[in-house]
Each structure stands twice: as structure tokens, then as C-alpha cells.
């Protein structure tokens, strides 16, 4: 398997956690998404993604983008150890959690949202980072309520082992103390992604030990 990343972005970030969770093996092609106005923006690698973004997993024949769909691909041709649950409605509220942070919190911090913020509205770079912090907080606040709720919360966000939850979460945690969030708000959120980044599974995952990193 071939993953394409960039060593900052959160959505590799969750795909190598769960390479990683799931013990498989990958070589990793880093795509600079700053260096020389943006590697993504490459003919060669337009031709692999032509949305211009990463991650891009790719496994024989297939080639999938999208963090999550690749995630779930994973999850379906590699089941042990599993990220979802056994169960119809924990596997809901699992994805549920998963799709909280990816759709609602994530895109509006996404790097190309934010350059074109300071490039064509002339938003300087505290105002930038005002405007991450205060997606994350509006997301974090809902999902702090939400799993003092979950009644199927264990030590991680849905049970006692790591889910597609944990995955999603931790990426989105280093972007909230990135951007200066204050998280001792969200206690559960810190504990939980505290607990994963014990394992090893999640902190070789984590950005400053890839090889791009800066």
C-alpha cells in the first residue's frame, strides 16, 4: 500500500492512525501542500487526485481518497482489530461522532479555506487563527456535551478499545492546541485524546515524527 500525505494534514493524520491500529504496512509519499505554492496543485498528482488533496490511499488496483472512505476500507478488507463496532446503532454513533468533526469542524479550518481567507479578504494571520479557533470550540463545545451523554462511553469515545471516533477526534485535537483553543473546556475530549496518544498506534501517527515534518 501507497499512502499520499502531508505530515500537518489532519485527514492523513486519521488514515495513518488507523494504518497503524490495523498493524499494515505502507509507504509513505509525502505531498508538500505549502512548499512551491502547493505539491497537490502538481499535473502528476492531479492525475492521481484531481480534487487536489490528500490523503490518497493507494492499495493494487484501487485507489481511494477521502479519509473516511478510505478509513472504511480499511475497516472492510482488513476487519481485525475492528474501528467500528458489532452493533447497528454503535456503529452509528460512532460514524456520527466521526462525521461531527470531519464535516462540521474540520472544513472550516482546512488549509485551503484559510489561504483563500487571508488572499482574497486580506484576513491577517491572527485573524486566521481566530477564525480556526472558533469553529473547533463551537464544534468541541457540542461534542463535549455529547459524549457526557453517550451512554456507551468507556475509556475512549465509544467503549473501551479505539473506534473511528478516536481516529477522527485526535487529528482534531492537535488543530484546536495548533491554533491556540483553550482545552481545558472539554475534559473529556483532552482525556480521551490524551488516553489514544498513549498508544503507539496514535503517537507514530502524529505529525512531527513523519518524515516531512518540519
Not at 492499495?59 to 481518497?65: E, K
Not at 462540521?104 to 479578504?121: C, Q, S
Not at 491577517?124 to 456507551?152: C, M, N, V, Y
Amino acid at each position: 500500500m501507497q499512502l499520499y500525505n502531508y505530515f500537518r494534514s489532519s485527514a492523513s493524520y486519521r488514515v495513518r492512525i488507523a494504518l497503524n491500529l490495523k498493524g499494515l504496512h505502507y509507504d509513505y509519499l509525502p505531498v508538500h501542500l505549502v512548499r512551491g505554492g502547493g505539491e497537490q496543485f502538481a499535473p502528476a498528482y492531479r492525475g492521481i487526485a484531481p480534487e487536489g488533496l490528500v490523503p490518497v490511499l493507494v492499495d493494487g488496483d484501487a485507489a481511494v481518497h477521502q479519509s473516511l472512505a478510505i478509513i472504511e476500507y480499511l475497516e472492510e478488507t482488513h476487519p481485525a482489530p475492528p474501528l467500528l463496532p458489532a452493533d447497528a446503532a454503535g456503529r452509528a454513533a460512532v460514524r456520527a461522532i466521526a462525521l461531527d468533526i470531519a464535516c462540521d469542524i474540520h472544513p472550516l479550518g482546512n488549509l485551503r479555506v484559510l489561504k483563500y481567507l487571508a488572499a482574497n479578504f486580506g484576513v491577517p494571520k491572527d485573524g486566521i487563527d481566530a477564525w480556526a479557533a472558533h469553529w473547533i470550540a463551537t464544534g468541541f463545545d457540542a461534542l463535549e456535551t455529547r459524549l457526557a451523554q453517550h451512554a456507551s462511553r468507556g475509556t475512549f469515545c465509544h467503549g473501551d478499545a479505539p473506534t473511528l471516533a478516536d481516529v477522527v477526534l485526535v487529528p482534531q485535537v492537535f488543530n484546536a492546541r495548533r491554533f491556540g483553543v483553550d482545552m481545558s473546556r472539554y475534559p473529556l475530549i483532552a482525556e480521551i485524546a490524551e488516553r489514544c496518544n498513549a498508544l503507539p498506534a496514535f503517537a507514530d501517527a502524529a505529525p512531527a515524527k513523519q518524515p516531512d515534518a518540519e
